[in-house]
């Protein structure tokens, strides 16, 4: 199966301040990899497909980028609302793959 | 608007069954394929299983492959998940999810979840 890493674990920042968040899959997945973002007690929420498709209703702030193994989701200007926890998902092979997630935390 | 409401979910002791089902609503349901997420308590996300809209495709994870059988019912506009053999290890919080265009396995939207502890 495809694995995905993501890193870092925990990102420690300050609103306003950019988040660069990493997942590398194990191979290739094209462009086959989705971001999506959960908060505590919350289901999760589909932010970009396709790399760097923006979902529908979410903010402009939020972008992905990269193809192949590597790709990044940045978030231009952290909101209070943006703390949470990110996933990673590739759709390139069965099984349908996450990764571990990235915590993005207040400072 | 797209709703996906859960239930079925509970207590159930080890070597147990369960059925969860998902209702949806908003959208025309036979063109969609459809699946199942978990969460198990601090852990993060992992795929169940997915069901086209005609039901002719189906996959499983490997870990509930022959244990876990997904099925849906276009007239009823549900998905259903039954589980059979019920281990420690698959207590979680059980999440249907549309996908976001036909054949297009992104997860969107999702339902608020259904808990499943297996424990005896």
């Known amino acids: 199966e495809i694995v995905l890493t993501q890193s870092p674990a925990t990102l420690s920042l300050s609103p306003g301040e950019r988040a660069t968040l990493s997942c590398r899959a194990s191979?290739?997945?094209?462009?086959?990899l989705a971001w999506y973002q959960q908060k505590l007690g919350q289901a999760p929420r589909l932010l970009i497909y396709?790399?760097?498709t923006t979902a529908t209703g979410i903010s402009a702030r939020f972008s992905g980028s990269g193809s192949g193994t590597d790709f990044t989701l940045t978030i231009s200007s952290l909101e209070p609302e943006d703390f949470a926890v990110y996933y990673c998902?590739?759709?390139?092979?069965?099984?349908?793959?996450f990764g571990g997630g990235t915590k993005v935390e207040i400072k | 608007e797209v709703q996906l409401v859960e239930s079925g979910g509970g207590l159930v002791k080890p070597g147990g069954s369960l059925r969860l089902s998902c209702a949806a609503s908003?959208?025309?349901?036979?063109?969609?394929?459809m699946n199942w997420v978990r969460q198990a308590p601090g852990k993060g996300l992992e795929w169940v299983s997915s069901?086209?809209?005609?039901?002719?495709?189906?996959y499983y994870a490997d870990s509930v492959k022959g244990r876990f059988t997904i099925s849906r019912d276009n007239a009823k506009n549900s998905v259903y998940l039954e589980m059979y053999s019920l281990r420690a290890e698959d207590t979680a919080f059980y999440y249907c999810?549309?996908?976001?265009?036909?054949?297009?396995?992104?997860?969107?939207?999702w339902g608020q979840g259904t808990p499943v502890t297996v424990s005896s």
């Open positions: 999810t549309r996908v976001v265009k036909p054949a297009a396995y992104w997860f969107h939207p």
């Open positions: 908003g959208f025309t349901f036979s063109s969609y394929s």
């Open positions: 069901i086209s809209g005609d039901s002719i495709y189906i």
């Open positions: 191979e290739s997945v094209d462009i086959y």
């Open positions: 396709d790399g760097s």
């Open positions: 998902q590739q759709r390139r092979k069965w099984p349908l793959t």
